[in-house]
């Protein structure tokens, strides 16, 4: 399973939603081996940064690309250490 999307709102980290797609929607060559093909003429790219400022926002965005992907992987809430990010999120 890949994690292909992530949207993130309603954490005290962020004021606005935060929207992430890791998916490259355009004309991939052949032989590039940065893209992966998912689906015809829709690319998976490997590579991907995060530049800011200090307290910008990066770390719990790592953390929480981090935590998706634990979850895709079926480990249980109480196994996860970043999910400290969620306290204070209400249902």
Known sequence: ???LKLKIEG???YKTPLELEFV???RGMKGNS???ELLPR???NSTLMF???NTSGKSPTIEMISFAMRMLE???LSLMKNAIILDGVSV
Do not use: F
């Open 11 to 13: 954490l005290k980290a």
């Open 1 to 3: 399973m890949r994690l």
């Open 34 to 36: 940065h893209l992966y």
């Open 74 to 76: 079926g480990m249980p």
């Open 51 to 53: 530049i800011g400022d």
């Open 24 to 26: 490259a929607r355009q």
């Open 42 to 44: 829709v690319y998976q």
